[in-house]
């Protein structure tokens, strides 16, 4: 998976590709779907989501430019898989995940496979994780339709977020934002499709 999908499409960073190897993906998806967890493509995992692509995980992973002593946010837990292989590369990672059991089940699976610094807590993304703010990076799974103000407002000076927007029907982008001297620094990256960051209830 890591040679023939991720690096071969350029991902050059090689604590990234190495994190890609270490985390085994199938103990994040359905047991039925065991098999084809190392495939080319995203698969569901109940409750209408899904797991990115591995080259998805790999590409936002590298936007980061994740360092050892980073603290990061992740918005949309999902399967967990996003945020073990960022936990291979920092210091702590916070998760947050709308829907219960699939935070649920994220925290145990991470707690199971031995991903100690990764806390996950059910909620809405749009809020943020204020009482843990600022995070060296923020990393988005799930697309609004404009980055959220809290999320930026969590970044620290110097920091990365990298964040799919647009509509759930039509185009969506991979954002990256930087927070710089003269300010939020905006590049969009790559076309994808991500399941909507929906309105917390
Ligand atoms: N990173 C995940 C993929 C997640 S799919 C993985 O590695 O498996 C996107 C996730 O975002 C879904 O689980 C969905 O429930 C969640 N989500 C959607 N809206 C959200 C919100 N407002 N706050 C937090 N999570 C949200």
């Known amino acids: 998976m ?7 499409r350029g991902i050059t960073n090689l604590r990234v590709l190495e994190a890609m190897g270490q985390v085994p993906r199938h103990e ?4 039925e779907l065991r ?20 080259y998805i995980v790999a590409f936002m992973t590298e936007a980061l430019d994740p360092k ?6 992740e918005i949309g837990t999902g399967s967990g898989y996003q945020a ?3 936990s291979g590369l920092v210091a702590e990672v916070c998760s ?29 993304g749009h809020l943020g994780w ?19 103000p809290a999320l930026v407002a969590q970044l620290k000076a110097g920091g990365r977020m990298i964040i799919p927007v647009g509509s759930q029907w039509g185009a969506q982008e991979l954002v990256l934002l930087q927070r710089t001297p003269a300010g939020l620094e905006k590049n969009a990256v ?9 309105k917390g209830r």
Not at 68 to 73: H, S
Not at 100 to 108: F, H, K, M, V
């Open 28 to 31: 994040f998806v359905p047991a």
């Open 96 to 124: 947050i995940e709308l829907v219960e059991p699939l935070a649920r089940r994220a925290e145990t699976d991470l707690r199971r496979l031995g991903f100690t610094h990764v806390k996950v807590r059910c909620g809405d």
């Open 130 to 148: 204020p009482e843990a703010a600022p995070f060296d990076a923020i990393i988005v799974t799930c697309a609004p339709e404009e980055v959220p």
């Open 84 to 86: 073990a292989v960022l």
């Open 2 to 8: 890591v040679r023939e999908q991720i690096a071969a």
């Open 190 to 198: 790559l076309p994808v499709r991500f399941v909507p960051m929906v």
């Open 68 to 73: 050892p002593t980073d603290r990061v946010l």
């Open 35 to 54: 098999s084809r967890a190392y495939e080319d493509g995203p698969l569901p995992i109940g409750h209408g989501q899904t797991i990115s692509q591995p």
